[in-house]
C-alpha cells in the first residue's frame, strides 16, 4: 500500500487510481441522441399493471430529452413494456416503452423510458436544446 504525503494530496496516488472518461466524437461512451434537460412535470401513464389490467397512473418526470426520459411512478412495471404517456398540459400523448427501471429509497420506481419516435414537441421547452432539432420532427 502506497503512504498519502503529508500535505494531504493524493500525488501520485490520485494519477494511478484515477481515470477520467470523456465522451468524444471517436470514443462515444455515455453520449446520448440528444441533450438531457431537468424537467417536473406530472404526466399521466397508462400501461397495463402486473395483472395485465389497463392502469392509468400520475408520474413525475425527473429528466427528459427529445427521445425518452425517466420519471418516478409507483405503478411496478417490467424491462421492454410499453406505456402511452400524455401530456396533461397539453392533451399531446405518446408511445414509449420502459427501458431500465430502478428501486428508489421511498418504494417508488424510476422508470427510464423511449419513445417509439423522437418527439421534443411532447415536453414544454421553451428553449430546447440545440441537438433537438435534429431529432427528425
Do not use: Y
Not at 397508462?46 to 408520474?59: D, L, P, S, T, V
Not at 423511449?114 to 440545440?130: A, H, L
Request: with cysteine.
Amino acid at each position: 500500500m502506497k503512504n498519502v504525503p503529508r500535505d494531504g494530496s493524493l500525488g501520485d496516488l490520485a494519477k494511478e487510481r484515477c481515470t477520467t472518461i470523456v465522451a468524444t466524437p471517436s470514443n462515444p461512451i455515455n453520449r446520448r441522441r440528444s441533450e438531457r434537460v431537468m424537467l417536473r412535470m406530472k404526466i399521466l401513464v397508462n400501461a397495463e399493471n402486473i395483472e395485465r389490467k389497463r392502469q392509468q397512473e400520475e408520474a413525475m418526470t425527473q429528466v427528459v430529452n427529445a427521445h425518452g426520459g425517466l420519471m418516478k411512478m409507483q405503478m411496478e412495471l417490467h424491462v421492454g413494456q410499453p406505456m402511452l404517456l400524455v401530456n396533461p398540459q397539453n392533451k399531446v400523448e405518446q408511445s414509449c416503452r420502459a427501458v431500465r427501471i430502478d428501486d428508489t429509497a421511498d418504494g417508488a420506481f424510476a422508470v427510464a423510458f423511449e419513445f417509439d419516435k423522437p418527439n421534443p414537441k411532447f415536453w414544454p421547452v421553451v428553449f430546447p436544446p440545440e441537438d433537438w432539432n435534429a431529432a427528425g420532427t
